[in-house]
């Protein structure tokens, strides 16, 4: 009778999902994107947890093709950029997009570095800010090519919403940039899919202040020290997230993670998970 029952509030919470889902699309999805024209079966992401390193040591070892690899964030101020060369860069996170003297520092970065064939990825509801940024900053570089993608988030497992996903219409909830990193991986149809530094530990490096103030440990393969930060909800309003708030965060990152480890297995692509210490459980772990 239990089984009964969950399996009835299942269906009622998928049909939900369904509803919203389209909901947000009729609002929010481009759907005049084009799917990015790409070569081989293999596709590697590179996320900046400190896992990274050990992970690169192995995939070194087992000689993993680099030769369609994406990175995000700050990646482009570690030594690695330079080395690995990716020809995929992605941004999900709308702080990239401020204009403030970091994120300058970011893109003028990225455009001067860059003397191979790279495809930048940033959503589409970021395109109009992004061209103003190009505009001021004066970024030229013939290498390098943007790519705007949707990147609504549409929850769910039904056949349905996975039908969105492979139009490429929207993707599980992308609270970390990996999501987005990894749902790309699948929709441009690689079967052999790589993840490494998606480290997903961050409720082992929070805490709350004397003034009740959340703040979170940041530690990237990239860092010399780790620091903490208060971990801000909005950066302009000085608004912070509660203890309840950020493990809800917690919550929905992973749960993004299960989603699209289905999704890959309705497209035949195999993810396999370099990083030992990550927390994700839904790939194999090399």
């Known amino acids: 009778m239990i089984e009964f029952l969950y399996k009835i509030n299942q269906s009622f919470i998928e049909i939900k999902n369904v509803l919203v889902a389209l909901l947000k699309i009729l609002i929010y999805t481009k759907f005049s994107l084009k799917k990015l024209t790409t070569s081989g079966d293999s596709f590697t992401f590179l996320a900046n947890g400190p896992s990274l390193t050990s992970a690169l040591e192995k995939m070194q070892k087992d000689n993993i093709d680099f030769s369609n690899v994406m990175v995000s964030n700050y990646f482009n101020y570690s030594a690695l950029f330079d080395e690995i060369r990716p020809n995929f860069y992605i941004i999900c996170d709308p702080a990239f997009i401020l204009q403030n003297e970091k994120n300058d520092a970011f893109f003028s970065s990225i455009f ?15 395109k109009k800010k992004m061209e103003v940024n190009v505009l001021r900053l004066n970024l030229e570089n013939p290498n390098i090519l943007f790519h705007y993608y949707n990147s609504i988030n549409l929850d769910g497992n039904s ?64 860092a010399d020290e780790p620091h903490y930060r208060t971990f801000y909800k909005n950066v302009n309003s000085k608004t912070t997230f509660t203890s309840a708030e950020i493990f809800l965060i917690f919550h929905r990152m992973i749960a993004s993670f299960d989603i699209l480890s289905k999704f890959a297995k309705k497209k035949n692509s195999k993810i396999i998970n370099y990083s030992n210490e990550s927390f994700l459980d839904q790939f194999i772990k090399k």
């Open 159 to 222: 056949s349905l919403i996975h039908w969105f996903y492979k139009k490429g219409w929207g993707m599980p909830s992308p609270t970390t940039v990996a999501v987005a990193g990894v749902y790309q991986g699948i929709f441009m149809n690689y079967k052999k899919i790589q993840i490494a530094g998606i480290d997903l530990n961050m409720h082992q490096s929070i805490r709350v202040n004397s003034s009740n103030v959340l703040e979170i440990q940041e530690d990237h393969f990239y």
């Open 112 to 126: 001067k570095k860059v003397c191979w064939k790279m495809t930048f990825f940033i959503p589409i509801s970021y």
